[in-house]
T-cell receptor, first 115, second 113 residues
Framework: QKEVEQNSGPLSVPEGAIASLNCTYS??????FFWYRQYSGKSPELIMS????GDKEDGRFTAQLNKASQYVSLLIRDSQPSDSATYLC???????????????FGTGTLLAVQP | GAGVSQSPSNKVTEKGKDVELRCDPI?????LYWYRQRLGQGLEFLIY????????KSGLPSDRFSAERTGESVSTLTIQRTQQEDSAVYLC???????????FGNGTRLTVT
C-alpha cells in the first residue's frame, strides 16, 4: 500500500464547476496535510495546509480532513482553465511548531478544466 | 529575494558515470528536502535535512545515492555509477522550519544515456 494515494486522473470538469480532488494516507499518526499545485514543467507550489479535522477555506479552495477515515480532499469552486494542473497531496507525521518529519507526496491528480 | 537555486539545470551523462547535483537553499531555511520526479510521476522522497539533526535518509533508493549538507547551507546529491532508471528531475526544496511551506527549486533534469 502506498503511503499517500491519489487517483491519477485526468479529472475533467467544465469551467465554473466544482472540482473535487481526493487523497488517502496510510500512516495513522500523520498530523499535517498539504495540497500543492504543479503546472506542467514547473515546480510544485503550496496552495493549502490543514492540521485538524473539518474544513478549511481559502478563497475558491476548501481543504477537508477526516483523520478517522485517513482522508483529505480539496474542493475548487468556480473552476477556471488556469486551474488546470496536477494537484499533489502531501502528508507528514510532523506537527506545526513542534517535531518535524519527512513530507511524503502522492502521485498527483491531473485536473483539466474545460472552457 | 533569491529562491532555491539548483545546478546544473540539465545534465546528460553516460551510464556508469557519477554525477553531483547541487542545491542552494534560501538563506536561513533550516529544512532541506530532495525529491525525485520521473516523467509523469509524483514526487518520490529521497532525503530530509533539518538543522543539525541527523538526516532522514530513508528514501534513498540504493547505496549509489548519497547526500550531504554543510550546516544550514548548500546540499549536494551524489549518484554513483548512474543507471538509465536514474533519469528524472531531481527537485530540492527548503523551508524556514520543517512544516512551513516548501520552496522548490527549478530542479535538475538528469538524463542517463
Amino acid at each position: 500500500q502506498k503511503e499517500v494515494e491519489q487517483n491519477s486522473g485526468p479529472l475533467s470538469v467544465p469551467e465554473g464547476a466544482i472540482a473535487s480532488l481526493n487523497c488517502t494516507y496510510s500512516d495513522r499518526v500523520s498530523q499535517s496535510f498539504f495540497w500543492y499545485r504543479q503546472y506542467s514543467g514547473k515546480s510544485p507550489e503550496l496552495i493549502m495546509s490543514i492540521y485538524s479535522n473539518g474544513d478549511k477555506e481559502d478563497g475558491r479552495f476548501t481543504a477537508q480532513l477526516n483523520k478517522a477515515s485517513q482522508y483529505v480532499s480539496l474542493l475548487i469552486r468556480d473552476s477556471q482553465p488556469s486551474d488546470s494542473a496536477t494537484y499533489l497531496c502531501a502528508v507528514t507525521r510532523g506537527n506545526y511548531g513542534g517535531a518535524t518529519n519527512k513530507l511524503i507526496f502522492g502521485t498527483g491528480t491531473l485536473l483539466a478544466v474545460q472552457p | 529575494g533569491a529562491g532555491v537555486s539548483q545546478s546544473p539545470s540539465n545534465k546528460v551523462t553516460e551510464k556508469g558515470k557519477d554525477v553531483e547535483l547541487r542545491c542552494d537553499p534560501i538563506s536561513g531555511h533550516t529544512a532541506l528536502y530532495w525529491y525525485r520526479q520521473r516523467l509523469g510521476q509524483g514526487l518520490e522522497f529521497l532525503i530530509y535535512f533539518q538543522g543539525n539533526s541527523a538526516p532522514d535518509k530513508s528514501g534513498l533508493p540504493s547505496d549509489r545515492f548519497s547526500a550531504e549538507r554543510t550546516g544550514e547551507s548548500v546540499s549536494t546529491l551524489t549518484i554513483q555509477r548512474t543507471q538509465q532508471e536514474d533519469s528524472a528531475v531531481y527537485l530540492c526544496a527548503s523551508s524556514p522550519r520543517g512544516l512551513s511551506p516548501l520552496h522548490f527549486g527549478n530542479g535538475t533534469r538528469l538524463t542517463v544515456t
